[in-house]
């Protein structure tokens, strides 16, 4: 699996609704977000982009001890143990964690589309099993996978561009 992602242990749910118990601002991004639109790329992680002001850095802080979250490292099952804070997750700017309920993967300034502001205005409320999250624009998924410009990302873009266009044609 990529990252080294249990797709036993995957449950997306359960770290969305961690960060909505927790009161964690954030948009839903990346693979789970395509998904989420209707991509059929299957993703085994949780990626999202934070509001980054103190007062929810600490509630996303409260939320990865919540999960459990470690430090996600190849080779290394379970990843390492880390400290963190409000002040800590200000000075990042990616985290790959592994956590109970799967991997987690936090951007503070994703590729693309930088800034939390940027993702949110885009976003919509979005609901996926009783969890109640804000999801990335479609348009923005695109966006951000062209400007990271991995393999994995520009293997799916053909595949994004297409359910974009379809959704367009449409409305």
Request: aromatic share 4%; net charge negative; no cysteine.
């Amino acid at each position: 699996m990529p990252g080294g992602a249990d797709p036993v242990a995957y449950r997306p749910d359960e770290v969305l609704a961690v960060l909505e118990r927790h009161g964690v601002r954030h948009v839903v991004i990346g693979g789970l977000a395509a998904t989420l639109h209707g991509s059929g790329t299957v993703t085994f992680d949780v990626d999202v982009v934070p509001e980054a002001s103190p007062a929810n850095l600490a509630r996303l802080s409260a939320a990865l001890d919540d999960l459990e979250a470690r430090v996600r490292v190849s080779g290394v099952p379970g990843g390492i143990p880390f400290d963190h804070d409000a002040t800590s997750l200000a000075a990042m700017a990616v985290l790959n964690l592994v956590t109970r309920a799967g991997d987690f993967d936090i951007t503070f300034n994703p590729d693309g589309v930088a800034s939390f502001a940027e993702w949110d205005a885009h976003a919509d409320d979005a609901e996926a099993l009783g969890v109640h999250f804000r999801l990335g624009s479609l348009e923005d998924v695109i966006r951000s996978k062209e400007a990271a410009g991995r393999p994995k990302d520009r293997a799916t873009l053909p595949a994004l561009r297409a359910l974009l266009a379809r959704r367009k044609r449409t409305r």
